[in-house]
């Protein structure tokens, strides 16, 4: 979990390091995966978390279904959630991504209905949004990864990996 508190059975980023000055900088639920900032600047921090600076976070969305062009054109002109409308997002259809990790644990997957791949930025954090604006349009979220937050990408990283900058 990208928190450093305790949490039960689940291993958190207390498992991986040791250095109380550390802050996450955007976290991710616990059923999303990729690329998590960590730093020990607060000012820092504070501008890649706080929605007020809209900061673009990119991810990578495996939706059940196939999504048709008004919900790409709904989710580009903001979809209405039960805390209001979301800010327009990028989003746009693409290939399965190249390479990616077998995902521990798999994504449930239905025989007769086919899955898709949507890349889709927004400027804001709100709590499970992405997951909220795919369901939103009916293309429920199967697997959600950040690929960019900012000026940093995921790159060639994989999981357990990290790099100092």
Same mark, same amino acid.
Request: proline share 7%; glycine share 8%; aromatic share 8%.
């Given at each position: 979990?990208?928190? =450093? ?6 291993? &958190?980023?207390?498992?991986? =390091?040791?250095?109380?000055? +550390? ?14 900032? +960590? ?13 007020? =600076? %809209?900061?673009? %976070?990119?991810? *990578? ?6 999504? #048709?062009?008004? /919900? ?7 979809? #209405?959630? %039960?805390?209001?409308? #979301? @800010? ?9 991504? /190249?390479? +990616? *990790? ?5 994504? @449930?997957?239905?025989? %007769? !209905?086919? &899955?898709?791949?949507?890349?889709? #930025? !927004? ?10 604006? &795919? /369901? /939103?349009?009916? =293309?429920? &979220?199967?697997?959600? !990864? ?5 000026? *940093? ?8 990996? *990290?790099?100092?900058?």
């Amino acid at each position: 979990m990208s928190q =450093f508190r305790e949490s039960g059975a689940r291993l &958190t980023l207390s498992h991986y =390091f040791k250095d109380p000055a +550390l802050r996450v900088a955007g976290r991710l639920d616990y059923d999303s995966e990729g690329l998590l900032l +960590l730093s020990d600047d607060g000012r820092l921090v504070q501008k890649i978390s706080n929605p007020r =600076f %809209k900061q673009e %976070k990119t991810y *990578w969305v495996q939706v059940e279904g196939e999504p #048709t062009p008004g /919900a790409i054109a709904q989710l580009c002109s903001g979809v #209405t959630l %039960k805390d209001g409308i #979301t @800010r327009p997002a990028k989003a746009k259809l693409i290939a399965e991504p /190249a390479g +990616l *990790w077998l995902r521990d644990p798999p994504i @449930r997957y239905r025989a %007769k !209905i086919p &899955t898709s791949w949507i890349e889709l #930025t !927004i400027s804001e954090g709100r709590n499970r949004q992405v997951r909220r604006m &795919t /369901a /939103a349009v009916n =293309f429920p &979220t199967l697997r959600l !990864i950040r690929v960019r937050v900012g000026d *940093w990408s995921l790159d060639e990283l994989k999981p357990g990996e *990290w790099i100092n900058v």
